[in-house]
């Protein structure tokens, strides 16, 4: 299912898309906020003039184009969409031009995406969004060209509209505008050219309803506005997804009870009963930046910052090879006349693999172990076990070569959360990123993985792994191909953690890692990078 918001600048679109998809996730139902971009929010002290922060978003979007025409058939869509829609209203400015048609251009892949994922997916701006824009900027855009515009465009299962009084938008844009570092404020037009778009807005609206589109329009003035429209959305969302029951391949956990005090105290104090905090993940960030810059210089940070940049790539390109792998599995369960798979999940933490992987790796043909030794995280996967049924077990140990007890490390505490997802038994597994600390009292028991996959696989017809074991891989993929046990595996992805490390150890790794990946291959089993 696809929501895309749209309005005026300063409408509250981003806010409201976030808070919205902090109460569908509360509730139970995977979402995700796909393609934002909040004005201001990437400022720090460590980059004042925001000369960083622009650097990263004109490489992203270098690097995603980029991409896409490295595939050109499979990109061919993608392309001429673009072409259609800055053609039907092309900007005046040179400038606003090539933003608009390389955003669009991303805006096609993403949206692409997000109609093969089983998640509910929020666009706090998209196709609607666009041509709201380039109508602003065309400046001569009749209804006409609007309505052919808008005919060119795929269309979310939801639009939701965004309003604000003229006045509260000028106040909110001039504060923006306060808080934006310089480099931001060329990527942004001016006050009086976005108040210029309600006028644009209130257009595509009426073209909207005339042609029968799912919208509503809701208000974020203030937390009570903010509370009720939630509200709102959410109703009208379930509704619909009732209504496409049928034909919707969506998965959705039961309602949780969340009472809208719950939720708006939550908002107004950024706390919720969900296990991250965005902000506190921001500080991290922001500390563990500071980190890496003073001690290992600015090549490491860049190397890093193009790493995280490329991730939306990596994963996109993950995702359709999941997908072809698990169809491969899926010929040869069925083959073996009604077999089941098993699929082990070592580095659960609070289940976002078993989310993933579970829309590929299904529970009606697979059985999973999730394993995972932080004890903050166990009760969020004993929860995931109640909602999916009896085919979860949960190992609370650490995944190792041997049976035995260890110590369980992580950052400073300064820098982490109760389920911080970079907790491993190796101690310098992130030292280009911080100096690891213990995060528990006490041991953490281990366990053979090897052993483990031996007592498991004769009641299986096909063995799937993912590995995030923050370190812990080399010596556990060492042991288990000294011990032939990688031959029981049909397919497996494993994050490598090279990249966070320095010095010769980091040599040493990568080296390792070449020949982890050549005893698999020479085996023919499945080896992908998981990231």
């Avoid at 004042?48 to 978003?57: E, I, K, L, S, W």
């Avoid at 899926?330 to 006349?337: N, P, Q, T, Y």
């Avoid at 011990?483 to 049909?490: A, E, F, T």
């Amino acid at each position: 299912m696809i929501i895309e918001f749209f309005g005026p600048a300063a409408a509250g679109k981003t806010t409201f898309a976030h808070a919205l998809c902090k109460r569908l996730n509360e509730r139970g139902h995977n979402a995700d906020v796909a393609l934002s971009y909040r004005p201001g929010a990437e400022v720090s002290s460590l980059d004042p003039g925001g000369g960083m922060a622009a650097f990263r978003r004109i490489v992203r979007g270098i690097i995603e184009i980029t991409s896409m025409a490295a595939r050109p058939v499979a990109s061919k869509n993608q392309f001429d969409l673009t072409l259609k829609l800055v053609r039907a209203l092309p900007p005046r400015s040179i400038v606003w031009f090539v933003r608009l048609s390389q955003y669009v251009l991303r805006l096609c892949r993403y949206w692409d995406l997000s109609t093969e994922s089983a998640e509910i997916v929020i666009f706090d701006q998209a196709f609607v969004q666009v041509t709201c824009a380039l109508a602003l900027y065309n400046e001569h855009a009749t209804d006409a060209s609007l309505q052919q515009a808008l005919g060119l465009v795929p269309k979310a299962d939801l639009v939701i509209r965004l309003n604000a009084p003229p006045e509260m938008l000028e106040a909110r844009l001039r504060e923006r505008l306060r808080l934006e570092s310089p480099a931001e404020r060329l990527f942004e037009a001016n006050v009086e050219k976005n108040l210029a778009a309600i006028a644009i807005v209130d257009r595509v609206d009426c073209l909207l309803r005339m042609h029968g589109e799912s919208l509503i329009s809701l208000s974020s003035l203030d937390q009570p506005s903010l509370c009720e429209s939630l509200d709102k959305a959410e109703e009208m969302i379930l509704r619909l997804r009732g209504r496409n029951a049928g034909r919707d391949p969506v998965r959705s956990m039961p309602l949780r009870a969340v009472t809208l005090s719950e939720t708006c105290c939550a908002l107004e104090s950024g706390k919720s009963n969900a296990p991250t905090k965005p902000a506190t993940r921001r500080l991290a960030k922001i500390r563990q930046s500071a980190d890496v810059l003073r001690k290992h210089g600015l090549l490491k940070f860049l190397e890093l910052s193009i790493s995280s940049l490329i991730e939306p790539v990596k994963s996109a390109q993950l995702r359709a090879a999941v997908a072809a792998d698990a169809n491969r599995t899926l010929i040869r369960i069925k083959g073996e006349g009604g077999g089941r798979g098993l699929f082990i999940d070592c580095g659960s933490n609070i289940g976002q693999g078993y989310k993933f992987f579970s829309k590929y790796y299904t529970p009606d043909l697979y059985d999973y172990i999730l394993v995972e030794p932080n004890t903050n995280c166990v009760p969020h996967l004993h929860a995931l076990r109640r909602d999916g049924g009896g085919g979860i077990e949960i190992i609370e140990k650490a995944a190792s070569a041997r049976d035995g007890h260890t110590k369980l490390f992580g950052p400073p505490a300064a820098q982490r959360d109760p389920t911080y997802e970079g907790c491993s038994i190796v101690i310098d597994h992130n030292n280009a990123l911080y100096e690891a600390e213990e995060i528990t009292v006490g041991l953490v028991e281990t366990f053979s993985l090897s052993n483990l996959i031996m007592a498991k696989r004769a009641a299986y017809d096909v063995v799937v792994m993912k590995m995030d074991v923050e370190g812990a891989e080399y010596e556990i993929l060492e042991d288990m191909i000294e011990k032939g046990v990688h031959r029981k595996l049909d397919a497996i992805y494993v994050e490598f953690h090279s990249q966070y490390m320095t010095g010769s150890e980091r040599t040493d790794r990568r080296s390792v890692e070449k020949k982890i990946q050549n005893s698999f291959g020479a085996e023919k089993i499945v080896f992908r990078r998981w990231i």
